[in-house]
C-alpha cells in the first residue's frame, strides 16, 4: 500500500486532539496539538458535559490550523480522517464525528472510525521503542482498567477487567478524599512522594482472587475509614495516607499484569492510559518486569492521557490493514463500546 496522510481527531471527554500521521517509512507523527479543558471543569469537580462539547466546538478547528501549519502539509494532501467513534460523552463524540465525516466529505476522502481505547493500547506504538505484536496490555484510565491479550490491530482478547470503579477513578476519588481538587489523581501521585512508606497500610483487593479481574472501590472505602479514624489529617498524614494508596493500587496493578503476561507465555507488557503515566507504576512494573524476563513497554508521557495522536496511529493501522474504512457521510457515535466487540 503506498504511503497515507492520516488526520486523527479526538473528543471523547474533555480533551481535544488532532494530528496528522504519515505512514511512509515505517510511519511517523508529523504534528499534533491538543486543548484540555481541566480548568473550564475544575470549578464543578468534574466534567459537565454540555461546557465538553460546547468547548470541543470552539477549538477543533484552531487546532487543525494549528497542525496543517506545524506539519507544512494542506487539506488536499490527506488520504484519511480518522476519528473516536466511543466510548465516551455522546455530545462530545458528536462534534469529532461530524468535524471528520463533513470535512472528509468535502475532501471526497475515506473515514476510519476508531475505539478510544484501541488508541490508548496501541499509543506506545508511537514511542521511540515501541512493542511488537502480541503482547500483554494493562489499559488504566478514569474509565477502564483492564488486560488485553493483544495479537493484532483489531484482534484483543479481555483477559481481566474491573467489577467496579476503575484505577484512575479511585485516585480521583480518594484525592477528593484527601482535599485534592478536581483532577486529583495526578496530585495525589505527586503527594504521595512525601508519604513515609509501610506508615499506612490499606488492603490490596482481590490480589488473591484467583483470577485477573480488579476491584478498588474498597479501597477506596478503606481511606475513608482512615480519614475518618484520623479526623482532621495534617499534611503530613495526608502524604503518608496518600503513599499508602498508591502503593496498594500499584501492588495490584503490578502483580496482576505480571502474572497475565506470564500465563500467556509472551515476554512484552505494554502500559497504556490515564494512569499509565504514574511514575510509581512504571517503577515498580520495571523492577519486577526485569526480575521475571518481561519486558514493559509504556507511550511517551504526553501520549498517556487523550489525544489526537492515538487515533490517527489507530486508524492509519486500520485503513493499511484494511478495516473500518468507510465512504464520509452517515454515521453513529457509541457512547458505551466494549473494546472486545472490534472484530475487524
Not at 490527506?78 to 465525516?101: K, M, N, R, S
Not at 502480541?134 to 479481555?158: C, D, N, T, W
Not at 472505602?221 to 480519614?227: C, D, M, N, R
Not at 495526608?238 to 498508591?246: E, V, Y
Request: glycine share 12%.
Amino acid at each position: 500500500m503506498p504511503p497515507m496522510l492520516i488526520l486523527g481527531i479526538e473528543s471523547s471527554c474533555d480533551e481535544t486532539g488532532i494530528a496528522l500521521y504519515d505512514t511512509v517509512a515505517g510511519g511517523a507523527l508529523l504534528s499534533h496539538a491538543l486543548h484540555s479543558q481541566v480548568l473550564m471543569h475544575r470549578d464543578y469537580g468534574g466534567v459537565v458535559p454540555e461546557l465538553a462539547s460546547r468547548d470541543h466546538i470552539r477549538h477543533v478547528v484552531p487546532l487543525l490550523r494549528k497542525v496543517l501549519s506545524d506539519s507544512g502539509r494542506s487539506l488536499t494532501e490527506l488520504d484519511a480522517i480518522a476519528y473516536t467513534q466511543g466510548p465516551g460523552l455522546a455530545g462530545a463524540l458528536l462534534v469529532g464525528a461530524a468535524f471528520a465525516e463533513g470535512l472528509a466529505s468535502s475532501l471526497g476522502i475515506p473515514t476510519v472510525p476508531v475505539h478510544h481505547l484501541e488508541g490508548h493500547l496501541l499509543s506506545p506504538l508511537l514511542s521511540k521503542r515501541p512493542p511488537k505484536f502480541p503482547f500483554i496490555a494493562l489499559l488504566v484510565s478514569g474509565g477502564h482498567s483492564q488486560l488485553m491479550h493483544v495479537k493484532a490491530v483489531g484482534e484483543y482478547r479481555l483477559l481481566g477487567e474491573t467489577l467496579d470503579d476503575a484505577a484512575g477513578e479511585a485516585f480521583d476519588k480518594t484525592a477528593k478524599l484527601l482535599g485534592i481538587p478536581y483532577p486529583g489523581g495526578p496530585a495525589l501521585a505527586d503527594l504521595a512522594e512525601f508519604g513515609r512508606p509501610g506508615l499506612v497500610k490499606l488492603p490490596r483487593p482481590m490480589l488473591h482472587s484467583g483470577d485477573l479481574n480488579f476491584s478498588f472501590s474498597g479501597l477506596k472505602t478503606a481511606v475513608l475509614t482512615k480519614v475518618h479514624a484520623i479526623g482532621l489529617p495534617d499534611d503530613q498524614q495526608r502524604a503518608d495516607i496518600a503513599r499508602g494508596f498508591q502503593d496498594a493500587i500499584v501492588d495490584v496493578l503490578v502483580q496482576k499484569s505480571l502474572r497475565a503476561t506470564e500465563e500467556s507465555g509472551l515476554k512484552r507488557l505494554v502500559v497504556a492510559g490515564g494512569v499509565g503515566a504514574n511514575r510509581e507504576l512504571r517503577r515498580l512494573l520495571d523492577q519486577q518486569a526485569g526480575k521475571a524476563g518481561i519486558t514493559a513497554f509504556y507511550p511517551e508521557l504526553e501520549f498517556c492521557t487523550d489525544n489526537g495522536a492515538m487515533i490517527a496511529l489507530a486508524g492509519a493501522l486500520r485503513f493499511q490493514a484494511g478495516k473500518s474504512i468507510k465512504p464520509a457521510g452517515a454515521f453513529v457515535v457509541r457512547p458505551r463500546w466494549p473494546l472486545t466487540e472490534i472484530t475487524g
